[in-house]
Structures are given as structure tokens and as C-alpha cells.
């Protein structure tokens, strides 16, 4: 049986995701639930993740390496951040050590941009740039991250030159959830309607100031000529994304290519809406890049 | 004492305004409650009419005119819409008389946008607009009326041509209450920061597509900078209200002026929001437009 020589963990606000990784990179075993920083900082971020370890038998000394919101001010320990622009390289040299524990356990700071005018913070993204560029990029990308708050970060060698978040997928929760389009959206199921997604998408971009107008015809629409729950939660979805784009795509360098680093159905939704819009994307796994971002730190930290 | 010659009801979604009108148009007496569409239909709209006519000492065959969310679906009586393109003077042949009441008690129709692409729906603001321009507006205006959802009213000779709405206010409260910015408005007072207002309405109004990206950097300007949660709650509204004033800003034709129809805070806030984008706007009081437009349509019902 091959020996574990580090555990990583992908601690973000909503979910934990725990890898047991071998000399070579190989993951001997997964962790994941939905003991994210909100959960952990009522059950203690010590008990989650000792638990998770338990259940892979972590042996007492094995080093766990831990990157996101674990490192907030309102999560385990503060991590800091490293201000753009940013190495990559320097997230390696600024880890915090969680004081108190026998064990090596360290966690990765954030990025921040400290412009008044542009503000903005990272906590997770950093690592999975690290796994998806390597510690010293060789190449310029725009990269597009989506999630909850979705980063798109300009990317010069060696590092983050800028960035900036979109609150996208909170907005779709706020405005599913909390909004008349509620009623919308009752009894919608899995069955995704592209046609709706892809439509609002390009209206979006058409002319993204008419968002909330986009989003109220929702309710006209239903109200007047009746229609499928299903395609008014993607007309909602792609009209938030269609804007999200349109700010990114209008402010982009014409020979710039877009890395999408993405996952699951937000790699699908996000890779249609390019498509609509018949901009080229490189995708790469969100999934398989923080992991790798965990790895090449670890073997940076307690390899040498 | 001034005999009165009809009540007039702005029943909206969440809130209930009455006057008891005399034959001069002259207002005898007013109730104002929170006994909006959703808290009557659970308590009963008869009951609660009754009990505000109760409350003025309205003679049991005094005539009762209602506007609002009252003639929605989910409302009282529906009252069905006029459509667009909607001569203003329809409204007023297309009551609809509540059954099963002694008392002659009539609701106003809405206004539909029947257009596949933009649909949209209106109810209450037509009255406004009655209020405002009369039975037959002589002159075309671009009509801006703010709230939960705002109206932007294309006006031609005689009636509504074109509208839409934008649910700037709902927006608001969905991202104030129910996302991570509601951290940085806890504690907010009452307060206001008419600097960060119309910073937020100017950036918006600059660059709407990045409204997602504008509304997090009050979240990264906290985390970063510190600030005040009533910047923060300035930064939001303005930010959302200068995207609604982008969309129909850049449709507008040059010659044509804007009427601005609100009253109190919102007045205030789409005033500072027009004068920081030097757009001149021609100010009418909400409030007197519902009433006067609810006269208007009595007098042509009942004084005939």
C-alpha cells in the first residue's frame, strides 16, 4: 500500500473537501461534506476536520495543508493575504501554522487588491490558479472562475496582476428565493430548458443595464402567456451570467483567450453561455486544479 | 360640513391608502395601513375595506373606487389589463364592480405589455399616470416612477405606449437581507451618505454590466478599508439605481424630457440619482397623482 505524505483540504464557506495524497500526488482517499466555514464555525473547525481525518486514519503526524475561507477572520485562523499584484510563488512562503495542534497544520492566505477604487478579495481561488498555471505562469490568461462569487483574474507571468468578483450565483439565490420570482420558479425540476438558459444569456450581454428589467419579464411572461417553471429559472440564471460576461468580455484584450476553471453544472452552464455568445474557451476542472494547487504547496512546504 | 361623494382606495401589495372625497375633489379624511394584497388576503379584502369605512363614517351607499394589486389574480376582484398600446380613458370603461356588496365598489383594470419580448404588467401606476396627465395627455413624456418595481412609461397623445419595469427595490432588499452584504450594512442608522449614493449611481451608470462586481466591492471595501454600514447601504441602492437609470437613459431619445412621478425617500434618492447624472427631470408627487387620478376616474363614472 502506498504511505500518505500530506492531507489537503479545500475549506470554503458552504462545503469541506478533504484528499489523502500520496508521495507521488495520487489520492489515496476523499473526503467531502457541507461542514464549510459557516457550519464549522458553530461545531469547531478542530472537531470537523479531526473527524474527517479519523475517518481516512490519518496517522498523528501526517501534515494537513488547508486552503479558503478556513483562513478568514471568521474562520479557523486568519491567513492573511498576499496583495496584488501577487506572486503566485509568495502564497507558498505566507502559510499560517494553526497554533495549539501536535500536528503540522497550515493554511494558505488569500489574495487581496488593495485599490480603493477596485477592491477585492480571494480565499481558495489562489490555489486552484496555482494547480491550473504552476508557481510561475509562463503565459498571460483571462480566467474565469464562477461560483458563488465568481473571480475573473488576469493573469501575467509569475502572477495575479488583477481581479474581480461577481456576486453572480448569490444574486441567483437571492433573486430565486427572496424575490416575486419566487412564484416563478415553483415546482421546477432537474430538466434544464439550453433555449431559455442560452436566449437570456445573449440578451443579457445585448444590453446588461436592462438586468432587473430582463428579470421582472419573468413574471410578465408567466403572467401573461403562462410557460414552464424550468425555463424561468434559467432565463434568471442566464441573465445574471449574459451580465457577468458582458462586463468581462467588453473590458478584454481582443487576443486575450479565456481559461474557464469550472466544475460540474457550472462548467456546462458557464461553457453554453460562451458558446452562445460564440466566444472560444480553454476549460480546465476546478476539482482536479485546487487539488494540484494543494499538492504543489505541500511538496514546496515539507517536500524541500 | 363638505358632503362626501366617493372613496378612493390605492390598495397596493403592502400597503392600503384611503380617502373619503368630497364633490370638489377636496379630501375629507385619509387611513394609511400596511393592509396591503398579501395581509388582506388573508384577513379578507371586504373586511378590511369595511373596517377603514367604518372608520370615516362612510354612508352605506357611498361609492368606493380601487386601484393597485386589489384587481390582481391573487387579489380581491380580478380586474384583467387594458393592453398597449392603452388609450388612458380605457382604463376608466373597464372597471370591474366587486359582487355580492351592497355598496357600489369598482376596481380599475391594469395595464398589459402583450409583447413577446418584452412583456411587462402594470397595476396602480396607470392610475398615477391618469392623475398626472389626464384622460388625454396632450404631449409625449418619458415617465421614470420608482418603487419595489419601477416603471419607466413611454407616454404618447392619449395614452401609454411602451413600458417596463425594473425590480430596482426588490433587488435591494434581496441583496441587503439575503446575501453575504448584509454583514456590511448590520447596524446601519438611518443616516444617509449622499456622497457614496451618488458615487455608486455615477460608476453604475458608467458600467452597468459590472452592477455584480460593483455590489461584492462593498463587501471587499469593508473587509479591506473598514467604512460606515451607511456608505455601504448607499453603495447598494445607488449602485442598483444606476443601472435601472443607465438602461433607460441610453434608449432615451435626446428631445425628450423625463418626468419623474414618486414621493418621500424615493423621490429624494431618484432626485439626487438624475442630478448626478446632469439629467434634468420635471418632479410630480406620487401621492397626488393616485389620488387625483382616482378623482378623475370617479367623476367619470359616477358624475355622469
Chains 1, 2 share one sequence.
Request: a negative charge; aromatic letters at 6%; hydrophobic letters at 50%.
Amino acid at each position: 500500500m502506498r504511505e500518505a505524505a500530506h492531507v489537503a483540504v479545500d475549506w470554503g464557506t458552504s462545503s469541506f473537501r478533504l484528499w489523502l495524497i500520496d508521495r507521488a500526488g495520487g489520492v489515496l482517499a476523499e473526503r467531502r461534506s457541507d461542514e464549510g466555514m459557516t457550519v464549522a464555525a458553530n461545531s469547531g473547525f478542530d472537531a470537523v476536520l479531526q473527524s474527517h481525518l479519523d475517518a481516512v486514519h490519518a496517522v498523528p503526524d501526517l501534515p494537513v495543508l488547508i486552503c479558503g475561507m478556513a483562513g478568514a477572520r471568521q474562520g479557523w485562523v486568519e491567513a492573511g493575504y498576499v496583495d496584488t499584484p501577487a506572486r503566485l510563488a509568495a502564497i507558498l512562503e505566507r502559510t499560517v501554522r494553526v497554533p495549539g495542534q501536535s500536528r503540522d497544520i497550515r493554511i494558505l492566505p488569500g489574495i487581496a487588491q488593495r485599490d480603493e477604487s477596485a477592491p477585492d478579495v480571494m480565499r481558495g481561488e489562489e490555489t486552484q490558479l496555482l494547480g491550473a498555471f504552476g508557481v510561475d505562469p509562463a503565459d498571460d490568461a483571462l480566467v474565469c472562475m464562477p461560483g458563488t462569487h465568481s473571480k475573473w483574474v488576469t493573469v501575467r507571468r509569475g502572477g495575479i496582476a488583477r481581479f474581480a468578483t461577481f456576486m453572480t450565483g448569490e444574486l441567483f439565490g437571492a433573486v430565486a428565493q427572496h424575490t416575486i420570482l419566487s412564484h416563478a420558479l415553483a415546482g421546477a425540476d432537474d430538466a434544464e430548458d439550453v433555449a431559455a438558459f442560452t436566449a437570456a444569456v445573449v440578451a443579457a450581454r445585448e444590453d446588461p443595464a436592462r438586468a432587473a428589467n430582463l428579470l421582472f419579464q419573468v413574471r410578465s411572461r408567466q403572467l401573461l402567456f403562462g410557460g414552464r417553471p424550468e425555463a424561468a429559472r434559467e432565463t434568471i440564471s442566464g441573465t445574471l451570467i449574459g451580465m457577468e460576461l458582458a462586463a468581462e468580455l467588453a473590458a478584454k484584450a481582443r487576443d486575450v483567450r479565456i481559461t474557464l476553471i469550472a466544475s460540474g453544472r457550472l462548467a456546462r452552464l458557464y461553457g453554453l453561455a460562451f458558446g452562445a455568445l460564440s466566444v472560444p474557451v480553454s476549460p480546465i476542472d476546478a476539482d482536479v486544479s485546487v487539488r494540484r494547487g494543494l499538492a504543489t504547496a505541500a511538496d514546496a512546504i515539507w517536500a524541500s
